[in-house]
């Protein structure tokens, strides 16, 4: 069975900081997995993915995350935070091939102080 | 705009009634995806389709069930509600539901059962 870890319930981090939400996963061969942000009252919005190739993935509003086979992560990171990234951040799997079973994190609420 | 609608927002009602939840997946998007988002649970699965036929199923009760039409909207139906099936119900669509594409989430509908 796939499941995913995000073993910090909150982040703070000091706007103009870089910041990093963590994420490790767990699936039978080479996942695909991906960054959501939820922000208050809203649905999930996609951030980034990674299918295959390089392990540094670039997504949305400046965020990248860096897939490591080895230590079975996929850390979202931002060079410099903003107050308007403060929301909630989802890491899921995905067994590759065929369709979504997707499997999503607890979800770790990133606050970034003016 | 995610480009998925979803009715109504908000729902109360009392323990032991039935309500139904309506999607529309975004135009040209053949999957839909229903989860359930409450505090204690996280994100969970419930049930996908593709073009109107059941795909996968995740952790859905038997008092739950769901539909999707053949102009593509999807409907979940709750029944014999029961306090602890207050929470935020969020449809997401995308194009095949292969495992490499992104959901889209709508704004989701949030349950109050009293």
């Known amino acids: 069975a796939q499941s995913v870890a995000q073993p910090e319930d909150q982040v703070n981090v000091a706007e103009g900081n870089p910041l990093t939400v963590k994420c490790t996963y767990s699936?039978?061969?080479?996942?695909?997995l991906f960054w959501y942000v939820q922000y208050p009252n809203r649905g999930l919005q996609f951030l980034l993915k990674y299918i295959t190739g390089d392990n540094l993935v670039k997504g949305s509003y400046g965020f990248e995350a860096e897939f490591n086979k080895s230590q079975t992560s996929f850390h979202l990171k931002k060079p410099s935070a903003l107050v308007s990234d403060s929301a909630l951040y989802f890491c899921a799997v995905t067994p590759p091939g065929g369709y979504q079973k997707v499997t999503f994190g607890t979800g770790t609420k990133l606050q970034v102080i003016p | 705009d995610s480009g998925v609608t979803q009715t109504p927002k908000h729902l109360i009602t009392a323990t032991g009634q039935r309500v139904t939840l309506r999607c529309s997946p975004r135009?040209?998007?053949?999957?839909v995806y229903w989860y359930q988002q409450s505090l204690d649970q996280g994100l969970q699965f419930l049930i996908q389709y593709y073009n109107g036929e059941e795909r996968a199923k995740g952790n859905i009760l038997e008092r739950f069930s769901a539909q999707q039409f053949p102009d593509l909207h999807s409907e979940l139906n709750l029944s014999s509600l029961e306090l602890g099936d207050s929470a935020l119900y969020f449809c997401?669509?995308?194009?095949?539901?292969?495992?490499?594409?992104?959901?889209?989430f709508g704004s989701g509908t949030q349950l109050s059962v009293l």
């Open positions: 135009s040209g998007d053949l999957s």
């Open positions: 997401a669509s995308s194009v095949t539901g292969a495992a490499n594409e992104k959901l889209f």
């Open positions: 699936v039978s061969g080479n996942p695909y």
